[in-house]
């Protein structure tokens, strides 16, 4: 099994997530099915099979949340020296050499990637053309529009 790259965050955010399944949604599921089994036929009780189907959702959600956990490997580069390259964790500002337009995000896991926040997965198109470069180098990334120019102006270990 391949290590998943995570930051120091996102492993916290999916630890928070599983605390949460264990401790309020799982023992609220099994609440919810032991008294739907109180309201007697099982075969036409609604409130059983909809308590028996999210127990499913929650324990699935678990293995996979504790798989993710055990394989992670926890990248924190706020530990590590800012040399100007674009690694996995960094937060990278790119110019648009034809607009003039700045964006500004961060490379994370696939688990943590979040566009309206400018978390992007490392997997994305934009993250894998700036991974590896360095401060002030000139990058081509494919957009459904076709290829832009863009220059990184900022790479910062936060």
């Not at 959702?57 to 394989?71: D, M, P, T, V």
């Not at 020296?81 to 995000?105: A, M």
């Not at 360095?134 to 076709?146: A, F, R």
Request: with cysteine; hydrophobic share 35%.
């Amino acid at each position: 099994m391949q290590k998943i790259p995570m930051t120091a965050r996102g492993a916290e955010l999916l630890r928070e997530e599983l605390n949460e399944l264990k401790t309020v949604t799982r023992p609220k599921i099994i609440a919810d099915i032991a008294e739907a089994r109180e309201h007697g036929d099982l075969k036409e009780n609604a409130e059983y099979h909809a308590a028996r189907e999210q127990q499913g959702f929650c324990e699935g959600r678990i293995q996979e949340i504790e798989a993710k956990l055990s394989n992670a490997q926890i990248i924190d580069v706020t530990k590590m020296p800012n040399n100007g390259k674009v690694i996995f964790g960094t937060t990278v500002t790119i110019l648009n050499v034809d607009t003039d337009e700045e964006v500004r995000y961060r490379i994370v896991g696939d688990d943590e990637a979040d566009i309206k926040n400018n978390l992007i997965s490392v997997n994305s198109p934009i993250a894998r053309g700036l991974v590896g470069k360095q401060l002030d180098d000139s990058v081509n990334i494919e957009t459904p529009n076709g290829a832009v120019e863009y220059e990184i102006i900022e790479v910062e270990y936060l």
